[in-house]
């Protein structure tokens, strides 16, 4: 491949619903740009973009894929992103290398949640967008209402380039409405120049109005023709078009399906034509390096592998590079194209153009690479914070190492996903944006790493506390003869209402009779003691410990002992001063569209939830503030998904602890009891 300068580059993500053919596209793409040989298909499970083994099975994209096409003297960089909104930390990822986003929507299907996203996530980077209406090949295809379904939901912005020839209701081919010409498809996608359909003529020209209108309002020399009444070239129309595709004014629809391969070169000129280009968006070799890492992979072979896009100058191979994020000096050896899961060795990547560097020791996801001389921190990626989380468990002992391994190596990769050791319930806890993705992660644990987990519901960390106070004496004596054992409390033990303090412990003796050297131990003993509470073994919080009284031995006397009186009033006067199970209480902030408000506030009140105000924010959206016990948020975000149709999100965070109810209480006491009398 030669090389390419800023103008020459088209850096466009294909985005949209899952299953919308985004993978397909692409693939056609690839085909015709004589990148591949063959046509790789999602069904038998050879694409180039697909090539994770979990992508194969499942038939479905779950990375984001870079695919360097040459086309008619440009190169297109296009990244196909997943749909699935599990993965939308790949497509962001994605929309962070690119200037344009080409919007890919079924024909059948029309716009769907996954649209609406991506469009949204677009709009945010500041991308110019065009959609290509795909799947026209399929039954129920329909052009002109999807095209009406994006001008109610998205207004005047959208403008066809093209018409949709229907015959017998399937798909016979398209009208170009720019060159006025139309085009025959046959089922191989095979295209001939046919006439324009007379049944068409009124359509066409009111299309093809409507384009020489929006290129017109694009550009003020063509502004000032068209009011003129002159006829607006070719290539002037063009000009129009692309300067509002820039601007954000314009949308250009296509049409076409990639299965057959039919309508893709089309699209593919469009990108050329009106997309823009790295130097359109300020892209200057001639300025100091400057590069944002947009991906990373984990290879358990190459190791970690670092995919950047060139903002301003160049990168060479065997260079030094400094990493403004980390503040430490990374050095460059190999750099490489990718397309797919292959690495073409390069010896340079130009300003505007996308590539990859292994084994970089200190960078990560977002980062800004520089020239050392010329420091300068790009904007990065804001990244959804994951919504789930489950607790790992290894199928076979002695994985535990191999198991922390390779999931912190796959958080490396996917910053949606985290891992973390929960010291208190000794949980190896993963997290993501869904169910489906952390069972993918799993499965990665699997292909990448050769280990197996077993996933569960996190251990919830329940505490105890006490609703009154109670006297407790704890005597500890051993004296049978020789040097002995003995320790005396009376300690009182009252509830820290409204208290931040998990523990306080007061030291009320008076005359001696618990000698000054021993409190400590008392102290010490008490603090060990709540660790594990008297009902179900949770950790004590919200308990003062008043130490009045006791009496001692002049030579059995010690500090262990004191520590075991301790622990035996500990037992006494904590069952004794109506012990409660706590649980933790979270704040959840649900946003969704109006129309599921009352689903949404239901199913909080069948959580045990609390509602405690309703806002309306950005987009004409809702959003509930409720509280919320843990443990019936572990599912939410799965149960979200399901009953917004994948348009409502949440974020929450630990807010206090509250008392259980008592029959749920004792439920979760008897399961304890059982768990400890297992162990």
Not at 392 to 409: A, F, N, Q, T, Y
Not at 587 to 598: L, S, T
Request: net charge negative.
């Amino acid at each position: 491949m030669k090389d390419y300068h800023a103008d020459e580059l088209r850096n466009v993500a294909l985005v949209g619903h899952g299953s919308d053919g985004k993978t397909t596209v692409a693939e056609a793409m690839l085909y015709l740009g004589k990148a591949t040989d063959r046509l790789g298909k999602v069904t038998e499970g050879n694409t180039v973009s697909d090539y994770d083994p979990e992508e194969i099975k499942r038939k479905i994209s779950l990375n984001t894929s870079v695919l360097p096409i040459e086309w008619h003297n440009c190169k297109l960089n296009i990244i196909d992103t997943p749909g699935y909104f599990d993965f939308v930390g790949e497509m962001l990822e994605g929309l962070r290398a690119v200037d344009g986003a080409m919007i890919v929507v079924s024909a059948v299907s029309g716009i769907e949640v996954g649209t609406e996203k991506a469009w949204d996530y677009a709009d945010q980077y500041g991308l110019s967008k065009m959609v290509f209406v795909n799947q026209m090949d399929r039954e129920n295809a329909d052009f002109d209402k999807t095209v009406s379904q994006l001008k109610d939901k998205y207004g005047t912005h959208i403008l066809p380039l093209q018409l949709a020839i229907m015959q017998n209701d399937r798909f016979a081919g398209f009208i170009d409405l720019i060159e006025l010409k139309a085009y025959a498809v046959d089922n191989n996608g095979q295209t001939k120049e046919i006439p324009i359909p007379p049944d068409m003529n009124d359509s066409v020209q009111e299309a093809r109005e409507a384009i020489i209108e929006s290129a017109a309002e694009g550009d003020e020399a063509l502004m000032e023709k068209f009011f003129d009444g002159q006829q607006l070239t070719i290539d002037e129309i063009k000009r129009g078009i692309k300067a509002g595709v820039l601007d954000g004014s314009v949308v250009p629809v296509l049409c076409g399906a990639g299965f057959i391969v039919a309508g893709i070169n089309y699209a593919m000129d469009a990108i050329i034509d009106y997309m823009p280009s790295p130097k359109d968006k300020g892209a200057d070799e001639n300025k100091p390096f400057s590069a944002v890492v947009f991906k990373t992979v984990a290879d358990p072979f190459v190791g970690k592998l670092s995919l950047f896009r060139v903002e301003s100058g160049r990168l060479t191979s065997d260079t030094a590079v400094y990493n403004s994020n980390q503040d430490k000096t990374e050095k460059v050896g190999q750099i490489y194209l990718m397309r797919g899961k292959k690495q073409v060795p390069v010896d340079a990547i130009n300003a505007g153009d996308i590539g990859a560097i292994a084994k970089l020791q200190y960078t990560v996801t977002g980062d800004t690479l520089c020239d050392p001389a010329h420091p300068v921190r790009l904007k990065g990626i804001d990244f959804p914070a994951p919504v789930i989380s489950k607790a790992v468990e290894p199928k076979s002992k002695g994985d535990e190492d191999k198991i922390s391994m390779g999931l912190h190596r796959l958080a490396e990769e996917d910053p949606t996903f985290t891992v973390e050791k929960n010291v208190e319930t000794g949980d190896m806890l993963i997290s993501g944006i869904g169910e489906l993705h952390l069972e993918i992660i799993t499965q990665k644990l699997h292909s990448k790493f050769g280990t197996d987990v077993i996933l569960r519901d996190p251990k919830i960390p329940y505490r105890e506390t006490i609703r009154k106070s109670a006297k407790a004496e704890g005597k500890h004596k051993k004296q049978t003869g020789g040097h002995g054992q003995y320790g005396h409390v009376w300690i009182e033990f009252q509830p820290l209402n409204d208290s931040s303090e998990t523990f306080v412990f007061e030291d009320k003796i008076v005359g001696g009779v618990v000698p000054r050297q021993y409190i400590p131990a008392v102290e010490k003993g008490l603090r060990e003691c709540i660790e594990h509470g008297v009902l179900a073994g949770y950790p004590l919080i919200g308990v003062k410990a008043i130490l009045y009284d006791g009496s001692y031995h002049p030579v059995d006397s010690s500090e262990m002992a004191f520590k075991v009186a301790a622990s035996l009033a500990y037992k006494k006067g904590i069952a004794e001063a109506d012990p409660v199970l706590l649980e933790p209480i979270m704040h959840v902030e649900v946003i969704v569209p109006e129309e599921y408000m009352g689903d949404i506030m239901g199913d909080i009140n069948k959580r045990r939830g609390r509602i405690l105000g309703m806002n309306q924010v950005e987009g004409g959206l809702q959003q509930i503030v409720a509280e919320v016990p843990m443990a019936e948020m572990f599912k939410y975000a799965t149960e979200l998904r399901s009953m917004t149709q994948a348009r409502g999100t949440f974020a929450m965070r630990f807010e206090r602890y509250e008392e259980v109810p008592s029959n749920i209480a004792a439920k979760i006491i008897e399961e304890a009891k059982r768990a400890q009398q297992e162990e």
